[in-house]
């Protein structure tokens, strides 16, 4: 059974960090594309970065040079190191997996999808 749990949420003022962390039970996800996606009230679900099986990654433009995305294939964990946080990067954060090795963005692409953890970020 294939299992994504986010941790790492919370809030922050403007500016600051936070680093996600998503932990993988079930999924070899070294060979496939992994992406993180958030959610914020009132709004479709978006993509955010993704990471392909040989580590290259991809970012939505409203967090290009602010995000990273990151994987530990070791320890079967993806990362989004989060930094000079803005108020509108408020929204649930979403883990999610496919079986696509290839670099993909669109939600409709994802086979699997974590719980989701809480990025609040104040002025």
């Known amino acids: 059974q294939v299992q994504l749990m986010e941790s790492g949420g919370g809030s922050v003022q403007a500016g600051g960090s936070l680093r996600l962390s998503c932990v993988v039970f079930?999924?070899?996800?070294?060979?496939?594309?992994m992406g993180w996606f958030r959610r914020a009230p009132g709004k479709e679900r978006e993509g955010v970065a993704a990471?392909?099986?040989?580590?290259?990654?991809s970012y939505a433009d409203s967090v290009k040079g602010r995000f990273t995305i990151s994987k530990d294939n070791a320890k079967n964990t993806l990362y989004l190191q989060m930094n000079s946080l803005k108020p509108e990067d408020t929204a649930m954060y979403y883990c999610?997996?496919?079986?696509?090795?290839?670099?993909?963005?669109?939600?409709?692409?994802?086979?699997?999808w974590g719980q989701g953890t809480q990025v609040t970020v104040s002025s």
């Open positions: 999610a997996a496919t079986y696509s090795p290839y670099l993909v963005m669109k939600r409709e692409n994802y086979n699997y």
């Open positions: 079930g999924f070899t996800y070294s060979n496939f594309c």
């Open positions: 990471i392909d099986d040989d580590g290259t990654t």
